[in-house]
């Protein structure tokens, strides 16, 4: 079944600085990647997502990039603001097991002011 | 209007209990899925309904059971509940490989 890695856990940069959060996927069937942005007390939220037929997708400070070859995608948030300090998931789905999106061990941002 | 609904927020329960927690969704979505996530905030998929059909059962102990009486609604039951069920419960819905919308979750505390 799917397997998702995702680095680093925890990840603090200076407000206005970028910040990038990698994962790797391992079933190769996989072909939706969504990212999934959980603040304090709520549940999960879309903030973007890719397909496998994309290799980069941008939405205002937020791009993702897909490498299908090497199974990784990366979320990068530029130009930070003390709003964007939440728990961020990448997750993959749609292979083997359409209906199962498995997603990575979380990524704890803190924006510095 | 809420999409995914869950219900109750909060649960405090002694140990040995039976409890359950509900869970609709309004968007027509045919994929209703519960996860849990623990203290570190992993989130770890339970089960997954497609059309109230049981498509995926992960390594959960039976004393967990989901029910779906209908495609909106995905209601999970604990038998004999134990400390280390204590956990946040989120119950999410889906089209077939799209994304998935997450209710507000259950916090679950065992004493």
């Known amino acids: 079944g799917e397997n998702v890695e995702q680095h680093p856990s925890t990840l603090s940069v200076q407000e206005g600085d970028s910040a990038v959060i990698k994962c790797t996927y391992s079933d190769s069937a996989s072909n939706y990647f969504p990212w999934y942005k959980q603040e304090l007390g709520k549940g999960p939220q879309l903030i973007i997502d890719i397909r496998s037929n994309v290799g980069e997708k941008k939405d205002q400070r937020i791009a993702v990039t897909l490498n299908k070859t090497a199974k990784h995608f990366s979320l990068h948030i530029t130009e930070t603001q003390p709003e964007d300090s939440a728990v961020y998931f990448c997750a993959a789905g749609g292979g083997s097991s359409a209906s199962k999106i498995i997603f990575g061990s979380g990524t704890r941002l803190s924006i510095r002011p | 209007d809420t999409a995914v609904s869950q219900t109750p927020k909060y649960l405090v329960t002694q140990m040995g209990n039976d409890k359950s927690i509900k869970c609709e969704q309004n968007?027509?979505?045919?994929?209703m899925y519960w996860y849990k996530q623990d203290s570190k905030k992993f989130l770890k998929i339970m089960f997954s309904y497609n059309n109230k059909e049981l498509i995926i059962n992960e390594t959960v102990p039976n004393r967990f059971s989901p029910k779906s009486p209908d495609k909106a609604h995905l209601n999970l039951h604990i038998n004999s509940l134990e400390l280390g069920d204590s956990a946040v419960y989120f119950c999410?819905?889906?089209?077939?490989?799209?994304?998935?919308?997450f209710g507000q979750g259950t916090r679950l505390t065992v004493v």
């Open positions: 968007l027509g979505h045919d994929t």
């Open positions: 999410a819905s889906s089209r077939k490989g799209a994304e998935a919308f």
